[in-house]
């Protein structure tokens, strides 16, 4: 890989290391810092070996992720946001029990299993001492709202028993609550952590080593020479390289603070308002929780939850993320019309088939990790080995460097991609003997030396890039330990039961303000479970199918960083955009119109996620009806931009906009002689103002 200096003058985007949630970037100075630095590589490495070889059972491999996460988590805490001696002995001190707990389950496990609900009085003040540090770590990773919102659940448990009905239960012991939430696998120990462990962290790690190896800078050149000299050329980067990052992050609002430096001043330069240069990047990066393959945690945890393959969640979210990112282009291409702005120079711009060129090698591991999840190999073995092929690329490219002949450059990347490869027929050890003895040899000069510590900075980063994460699943667990313990959620199933009998479109519409109105206080991650194991059983027994009831919570999951009055994403786009986050997150509802509908459409035509065919199947094939059904969401897509924007061929006035705005929900409607009527209305629409633009422009 060559250094991009090398290359004729382009525009960059600077790497900019993410801020993780409730924490600076770094991991603090001094020798405080160097351990922090240790714990993060010594966690990524336990993973890995988990990973790799599954030799733990499964509690304890729990057990140790949440202590390593508590022990990270207080440990930059106190390097990064006390500034009292006293606070920080506090938080080492905090971090240290936590990882205690975790090592508590791993020496005792034989001897818990055998006392299971039967806690003795030394096991019950580690399970307190583990729930207590698992809410502080909330708190202050990841905010007071969601350690309110797991506190309200864990209170039901103790005074549910007080209140009236349908709220009433039969009342559980101190010892049974403990025991739940601190040692089953129902609580804090339950399916999130397990997903987290097992899935969710070989992913971040992985992504972490892809941005170090330069996929970041790939993105953003083949971006910017691909899209950057349309209409509109900044903005429509920012949704493109988003869409891309998305593909191997799944991030959303660190990403909005990461790639928001660059690309929202280049914005507002070319033109563009404050507001909508605001919302164009937290609408595209939020889109890449939505984005195949890798997609956000969610995907991994409904995967686990509903007992399918990840595949089959990544097949269902193709055409709703393509119709995402594509209502994205299609506003920012009507507001550049609108404003006047045309493209980039192309001049200025990089090749962007030269910037694939140039980095090649970043792409391998991505589609080897793409043929694992498709070829039905589990997350955990494609995660794992992607990321192996990523450190093999990294550590062979400085070897690679010292060959000089071009034809035993690549006789060696032949002969090393072979090697690699092995591993699908000779396990996982010829894998790992490759990658030592690459380490070895980069070990012994000076430029091999770096390349290690890139590879080792990647792996404490991953680890720090995957506390939030790693932290919401342990605290949504006591929501899920107070559903299944209490069994309130049956209330609520039953609730929404009642009102759907009547009428489906409120039940979802109940459900979606539901989502919104979480969204507003804690993070997808467990605005998903909580909603979810509410929701999913009710509209299932509604006849909604599964995987779509569990799409539709995650896709407005999303939505509530995006719709004001909190719009999370608005909010950490605002100090870049120099706006208001109310107006960047008005802007940002228009932009993601598609999150908003996608979803209702979904519902009632299934087919749209690639599920179960409807009639239009049954009369002329299930190709047909998928494409029939993306049709209509396109041309729905096609009118409502316009009818938000206010332009299509010319500025329109506003009771065009309400034609355009009425015949997209006509189309969207699964209703009788709807598609007919909107159809005929957006033919006829679209025609008469093309034709009246074409009179006012002879006329002037």
């Known amino acids: 890989m060559t250094d991009a200096a090398s290359q004729p003058e382009t525009i960059h985007i600077p790497v900019v290391e993410e801020q993780v949630e409730g924490l600076p970037p770094g991991f603090g100075d001094g020798l405080a810092g160097k351990v922090a630095f240790l714990i993060a590589v010594a966690f990524s490495l336990f993973q890995l070996y988990v990973a790799a070889y599954g030799a733990i059972p499964s509690p304890i491999v729990r057990a140790m992720h949440v202590g390593f996460l508590l022990l990270l988590g207080f440990a930059l805490v106190a390097n990064l946001t006390i500034r009292s001696m006293a606070g920080k002995a506090f938080y080492w001190l905090c971090g240290i029990a936590g990882f205690a707990t975790g090592l508590y389950h791993w020496i005792f496990y034989v001897d818990l299993i055998r006392r299971s609900g039967f806690l ?325 000069f000076k430029g091999g030396r770096e390349t290690v510590q890139i590879c080792i900075d990647s792996l404490a980063e991953g680890a720090k890039n995957a506390l939030p994460v790693g932290i919401a699943c342990a605290i949504v667990g006591v929501v899920i330990g107070t559903l299944t313990l209490t069994g309130i959620a049956s209330t609520f199933v039953g609730w929404i039961i009642s009102i759907g009998e009547n009428n489906l479109f409120l039940s979802l519409v109940l459900t979606m303000l539901t989502c919104l109105v979480l969204g507003m206080g804690i993070p997808t991650i467990p605005n998903y479970i909580i909603t979810s194991s509410l929701a999913g059983p009710a509209l299932l027994a509604l006849g909604v199918p599964l995987l779509v009831s569990h799409m539709f919570v995650f896709y407005f999951g999303i939505m509530a960083d995006l719709t004001p009055p909190v719009a999370l994403a608005a909010f950490a786009a605002a100090p870049m955009a120099k706006e208001s986050a109310m107006k960047i997150g008005v802007q940002a509802t228009k932009l993601a119109i598609a999150g908003y509908v996608v979803p209702f459409m979904a519902v009632y035509t299934p087919a749209l996620m690639l599920q179960d065919p409807g009639p239009i199947a049954a009369a002329y094939g299930y190709p047909v009806e998928v494409t029939y059904i993306v049709a209509k969401a396109c041309m729905g897509i096609l009118l409502w931009g316009a009818a938000a924007v206010g332009f299509l061929f010319a500025r329109i006035a506003w009771w065009e906009r309400l034609l355009a705005f009425a015949a997209g929900i006509l189309l969207v409607a699964a209703v009788p002689l709807t598609d007919e009527i909107g159809w005929a209305l957006a033919i006829l629409w679209i025609g008469w103002h093309w034709w009246r633009t074409r009179q006012t422009a002879a006329v002037a």
């Open 120 to 444: 003795t009085t030394q096991d019950l003040v580690v399970g307190v001492l583990l729930i207590v540090l698992v809410f502080e770590a909330t708190r202050r990773l990841m905010g007071l709202p969601l350690a309110i919102v797991a506190f309200l659940f864990l209170l039901y448990c103790f005074v549910g028993n007080h209140l009236p009905a349908p709220f009433i239960h039969r009342g559980y012991d101190f010892a049974q609550i403990v025991d739940t939430f601190a040692f089953g696998v129902e609580g804090i120990y339950g399916t999130p952590v397990y997903v987290s462990a097992a899935y969710i962290f070989i992913f971040v790690v992985f992504a972490a080593f892809l941005e170090r190896a330069g996929m970041i800078a790939l993105f953003n050149d083949f971006a910017l020479g691909l899209v950057g000299s349309w209409r509109g050329g900044p903005a429509q980067v920012c949704v493109l390289s988003s869409a891309l990052m998305g593909t191997i992050s799944g991030s959303g609002v660190a990403n909005v603070v990461a790639s928001g430096q660059f690309t929202i001043p280049l914005m507002k330069r070319f033109g563009f308002r404050s507001a909508f240069a605001g919302a164009v990047e937290a609408t595209s990066s939020m889109g890449g929780q939505i984005m195949p393959p890798v997609m956000g945690a969610v995907a991994f945890i409904m995967a686990e939850t509903l007992n399918i393959s990840y595949a089959e969640v990544v097949k269902a979210a193709i055409i709703p993320a393509a119709l995402y990112f594509g209502a994205c282009f299609w506003q920012v291409h009507l507001e550049a019309g609108k404003a006047g702005l045309a493209g980039m120079d192309k001049a200025s711009l990089p090749n962007p088939w030269a910037a694939v060129r140039q980095h090649w090698p970043l792409v391998l591991p991505l589609c080897a990790l793409i043929y694992l999840l498709f070829a039905g190999y589990t997350p955990i073995f494609a995660g794992t080995m992607g990321l192996a092929l990523t450190i093999v690329l990294i550590l062979g490219t400085p070897l690679a460097a010292l060959i000089g002949p071009l034809a035993f450059r690549i006789v060696f990347w032949i002969a090393l991609g072979l090697a690699a490869a092995s591993f699908m027929k000779y396990g996982v050890n010829l894998l790992v003997f490759v990658i030592a003895a690459l380490l070895v040899a980069c070990l012994l």
